[in-house]
């Protein structure tokens, strides 16, 4: 590129105009960018921004994090997703205490050596907290830059990516590169798009952009597709029993760790084939409604959820449940969002 400089005054001059008022950027403490990017990995800005406000006012230090009970973190966490975030947090927190005197480093390989964080958290954290000259390189810098160079290689390959950040470091300013990466991310979330049209017209660096020049955003960036997803089918049972639901907490590894769920069997059952499973969880006595099926989808697996209102009046004792009521769920314990539909139900129970 001949004239970098005026590819950063048109960019930033736009940022300083354009940019969404976000709440970690009116004042950007290293924890309070450290916290926004952990939650933004994956999930939308507008679905962040209730979580990281309430986060912040329970949750407002490095030291609090560091002690919080992991059952409150991850009923804060709870409808965000990825879950695994929030317990990266809670043991980098710990680590910044034990290596780095209660302070968030600067520098990204410091950054990077703490759970959660990878190259562009790192990036991001290092340059909009602490000023650092580094990049941020996400999907909508990627896709930026793919369209800006006319890129048709693969953005997923390894390798490509390498160029592209290299790229990127050479775009980015002596001063102020916070803004810089910030600009390319709002850029990438309004205007430079994913899907459908780009909005070129309106880009401030559309004269530096060949893609635009030869008609080519919609083929570029090249992105390899995605495997299918597995799918895996379950059956949910929403239990009541004297007034309370039961629940079980699932395993620390794998998928959803350490939540709480509602009783649930592998494969699609019948009401029939539900009722003869019944007596061997300790129910004999009890009445079953069809509950709404549901399905949530996870990166590389889909669960097709059928669910059922076991409404029952004997209950043997089962180890691994516990009986609460509508409103401990709602205060106290974690449900992921991919039993939404069933925690919906229960809510509406009795009501």
């Known amino acids: ?95 910044i205490i034990e290596n780095f005197n209660g302070q968030i480093p600067s520098e990204t390989e410091e950054l990077q050596s703490l759970p959660g964080i990878g190259a562009y958290s790192a990036g991001a954290i290092a340059s909009i907290a602490f000023g650092k000259r580094v990049p941020a390189v996400d999907g909508n810098v990627l896709r930026i830059i793919a369209r800006i160079t006319a890129n048709r290689e693969d953005i997923g390959d390894a390798k490509n990516k390498k160029r592209i950040e290299s790229f990127v470091r050479e775009l980015l300013p002596l001063e102020h590169t916070g803004d810089f990466n910030q600009a390319l991310m709002d850029l990438g979330a309004g205007i430079c798009l994913p899907n459908g049209e780009p909005k070129c017209p309106e880009c401030p660096i559309n004269e530096f952009c060949r893609a635009y020049r030869e008609g080519l955003c919609s083929e570029i960036p090249v992105k390899t597709s995605k495997k299918e997803r597995k799918i895996e089918k379950k059956t949910v049972l929403v239990i009541l029993y004297k007034n309370r639901f039961a629940l079980r907490k699932r395993n620390g590894g794998g998928l959803l760790p350490n939540l709480w769920e509602f009783p649930n069997v592998e494969g699609a059952l019948t009401k029939e084939k539900c009722r003869e499973l019944l007596p061997e969880m300790g129910l004999s006595a009890y009445k079953i409604t069809v509950l709404k099926a549901s399905r949530h989808i996870f990166t590389h697996l889909e669960w097709h959820m059928k669910g059922f209102f076991i409404d029952a009046s004997e209950v043997q004792n089962s180890s691994d449940w516990v009986w609460v009521t509508k409103e401990e769920i709602n205060d106290q314990y974690s449900i992921p969002t991919a039993f939404k539909e069933y925690l919906k139900a229960c809510n509406q129970i009795g009501k």
């Open 1 to 95: 590129m001949t004239d970098i400089n005026k590819f950063q005054s048109n960019l930033t001059q736009w940022y300083r105009k354009e940019s969404r008022e976000l709440p970690w950027r009116s004042d950007p403490t290293p924890y309070k960018v450290w916290i926004s990017e952990m939650m933004l990995q994956q999930t939308r800005v507008d679905t962040v921004i209730p979580y990281f406000l309430r986060f912040i006012a329970e949750i407002p230090t490095v030291q609090a994090l560091a002690q919080v009970e992991e059952g409150k973190l991850l009923k804060l966490w709870q409808g965000l997703g990825y879950y695994n975030r929030a317990l990266h947090l809670k043991k980098a927190a710990g680590l």
